[in-house]
């Protein structure tokens, strides 16, 4: 029993720590060269298997390197939810969407900042 939850992240100019990969080997899928993108192999708990995973990030990236200000991740929960994880230098921000509307597709083509904290 519990709450389920995958993740993805954003593409970016990062490569992923020995340290780091070691750790997560079994829940997170890595590209064969060890950048960029990561994302959950499995559903998981956020609060057991990727409960430190959002500061693991923050400690694995080179800030003084990192081009961005801020590296995001997007959890999907097993109800539908979304939980939008905004990793900076010196924070981690957490947002979710208010409201659901309907729509006929998927109406958001673009983002340019929508959902920054």
């Given at each position: 029993?519990?709450?389920?939850?995958?993740?993805?992240t954003?593409?970016?100019?990062?490569?992923?720590?020995?340290?780091?990969?070691e750790?997560?080997?079994?829940?997170?899928?890595?590209?064969?060269?060890?950048?960029?993108?990561?994302a959950?192999?499995?559903?998981?708990?956020?609060?057991?298997?990727?409960?430190?995973?959002?500061?693991?990030?923050?400690?694995?990236?080179?800030?003084?390197?990192?081009?961005?200000?801020?590296?995001?991740?997007?959890?999907?929960h097993?109800?539908?939810?979304?939980?939008?994880?905004?990793?900076?230098?010196?924070?981690?921000?957490?947002?979710?969407?208010?409201?659901?509307?309907?729509?006929?597709?998927?109406?958001?083509?673009?983002?340019?900042?929508?959902?920054d904290?």
């Amino acid at each position: 029993m519990g709450f389920y939850s995958t993740f993805t992240t954003e593409d970016c100019r990062i490569t992923w720590p020995q340290w780091f990969r070691e750790k997560y080997s079994k829940s997170i899928w890595f590209k064969d060269d060890h950048t960029g993108t990561i994302a959950s192999k499995r559903e998981g708990k956020t609060y057991a298997v990727f409960s430190d995973l959002p500061a693991d990030i923050q400690r694995a990236i080179d800030w003084n390197d990192f081009q961005l200000k801020k590296f995001v991740m997007v959890y999907l929960h097993e109800c539908g939810g979304i939980t939008r994880c905004q990793i900076e230098k010196d924070a981690i921000k957490w947002s979710e969407p208010e409201s659901w509307q309907q729509t006929n597709d998927v109406e958001h083509d673009y983002c340019y900042g929508c959902s920054d904290i």
